[in-house]
């Protein structure tokens, strides 16, 4: 049907330029002391209304955004029940959206449809990895301070017992997702390389920001303590 609706947007914008230079002529030419501009049709239109639609998605995107950033902050602090845990924990899931969306950004994606509806899952797949080693953490957390133990005592063993199980699970996604960047069809390649980076960024900040974040505060209060 874009053929018929394209002719028939030409054909209403022959008459609407038709009607225009016959006022340019006669009403204009009457009414004014100063040669009158002439009339000019053109296609803006569409271009507003892309960008109102852009502006909608963006809007939506920031909204799922902020609600899955605050669900996976109750999620981790129900199972950890642990405010700061809590609060590195989400910090880290942050650090991982705002990654995604700065990568997105450099290989310079438009806010559709499809882009906003992965950004804004972004949170709920974020918060997979940093939650084992929240709930491990934890745990860990409760033991030691009966059993007097050191940051380095508790690190290791939630290196240890949770560890292997993250970076397998994260090795498994990514190699999952290689094969997506394949594909021709471009809502594919999105996919595949969308999960490729939300699932690399979220280990990372899983064990660069949330372990040493969560590590410097046990420090703090174990030599507070002494």
Known sequence: HYPLRRQ?????????QTLAAFLDKT????????????????????????SNTRALYGRQMWQG?????????????LTSWSFMLSVFATFAVCTALVSVLGVISLLG???????????????????????HLVTV??????????KDEDWG????????????SV???????VLGALPLLTCVMLLLYKLGLF??????????????????????????????KR
């Open 137 to 146: 953490y934890a745990h860990e957390h409760q033991d030691a301070t009966s």
């Open 195 to 224: 999960l490729v980076l939300v699932v690399g960024f979220s280990f990372l900040a899983s064990h660069t920001v949330f372990l040493p974040l969560a590590v410097t505060w046990d420090q703090v209060q174990y030599n507070q």
């Open 109 to 131: 994606w438009d806010v559709g449809i499809v882009e906003s509806t992965l950004i804004t899952v972004t949170a709920g797949f974020s918060v997979d990895y940093v939650v």
């Open 167 to 173: 970076f397998h699970a994260m090795t498994t996604s």
């Open 65 to 77: 955004i902020l609600f899955g950033v605050a669900v996976s902050f109750l999620v981790i602090l």
């Open 27 to 50: 009403y204009v030419a009457r009414h004014c002391k100063t040669p009158a501009a002439s009339f000019m049709i053109t296609d803006d239109f569409e271009k507003f209304m892309t």
């Open 8 to 16: 028939r947007q030409m054909c209403i914008r022959d008459r609407v």
């Open 153 to 164: 005592e508790r690190l290791t063993a939630v290196v240890v017992q949770v560890g292997p």
